[in-house]
């Protein structure tokens, strides 16, 4: 039996939406409730719709700790899923968590005193990719390099401080009232998006390097393809929709593909220069995916290249191809009421 709740410490609601994660799920909700917290804590489960045995684990963790609830999401859609675990959650602090991340054992407790400490109404920090297989491996390798993802703090490290999004997220709920939840129609980049509006409202985004979460890759070209091409295509409508939320980092990737597809064009059709920039991308991510490798195997190391171009090319692909039709309505008309909350 679980000790007595202290008291003194604020409560805190994890919310986890999930979709066929029969794989991690069971793991993801051990290491919640494994936390080195000594506060009230409970675990919202959005339970969308699995065509695995997501729903069967997830009954079976609702039976063995009454910490433990699941509420049903529909749509599938991940803003959804995460709008209802709100809702039906209770505690002041909320923590996102997904269904293949991994908190580390004292994530709730830094975090919590972290709000405190800084003020902010967010706090977050590094999406540690983890892989199990030699794939994963390779798409870990190249999530965490600055070749793959930029300077982004909270895929590859840095100093604490304000940031324009993090990893999943620490919030006060009051923010997250104030917001109006997340955006449902942000199926991707719902993470980003929300942040914007808590900043544009004045809130404060901390990024710290103490907080860390493991995350599992995408098992196959196919899929880290897709997550890539969706990334891309969703953060080209919060770009549409707030404007100064776009900088240079998130324009190299489809300015390479307009560069690489111009270069095989010309190489083709009018002279082997063409050739210089596609090559030249080529032998950098090459390049770039020795220092990114090291201390795994060669078949792993022998795939980074792989994972650094399907990651680039599908986010940009994405940017540039992202249809107008994607999330009609415009945010700042649509404030949702999703927390009916007893603080």
Wanted: glycine share 10%.
């Amino acid at each position: 039996m679980n000790a007595k709740p202290d008291v003194r410490l604020p409560a805190v609601s994890v919310i986890m939406p999930v979709l066929n994660e029969e794989r991690h799920l069971r793991g993801a909700v051990q290491a919640i409730l494994a936390q080195e917290y000594a506060g009230e804590m409970e675990v919202v489960i959005a339970l969308g719709p699995s065509t695995d045995r997501t729903d069967e684990i997830a009954a079976e963790l609702v039976a063995e700790d009454p910490r433990v609830h699941t509420v049903p999401n529909p749509t599938g859609r991940t803003p959804a899923a995460l709008n209802a675990a709100i809702k039906a959650s209770r505690h002041p602090i909320v923590v996102r968590v997904d269904g293949h991340g991994m908190l580390s054992p004292n994530y709730i407790a830094t975090a919590v005193r972290l709000l405190e400490e800084t003020g902010a109404q967010n706090v977050g920090g590094i999406m540690h990719a983890e892989g199990e297989t030699d794939w994963e491996h390779a798409v870990a390798a190249a999530m965490t390099s600055k070749i793959g993802v930029g300077n982004a703090a909270f895929h590859t490290g840095g100093q604490a401080g304000p940031a324009e999004t993090v990893y999943l997220g620490v919030f006060r709920r009051e923010a997250l009232e104030q917001q109006g939840g997340y955006n449902e129609e942000f199926i991707r980049a719902q993470d980003w998006e929300l942040n914007f509006r808590i900043r544009e409202a004045g809130g404060l985004i901390w990024f710290s390097p103490e907080l860390r979460v493991s995350y599992r890759p995408r098992p196959s070209v196919r899929a880290l393809a897709k997550q890539y091409k969706d990334y891309g295509r969703w953060r080209h409508v919060v770009a549409r929709y707030h404007s100064g939320s776009i900088n240079l980092r998130y324009l190299a990737p489809p300015t390479a593909v307009c560069a690489i597809a111009a270069g095989l064009v010309v190489g083709a059709a009018l002279t082997p220069w063409g050739f210089v920039v596609p090559g030249g991308y080529l032998a950098a991510i090459v390049a770039g995916s020795l220092p990114a490798g090291g201390g795994l195997p060669l078949k792993a190391r022998l795939q980074i290249p792989v994972a650094l171009a399907t990651m680039h090319m599908s986010w940009g692909w994405g940017f540039l191809t992202s249809p107008k039709s994607l999330a009609k309505r415009v945010i700042a008309s649509r404030r949702p009421a999703v927390v009916d909350a007893t603080v």
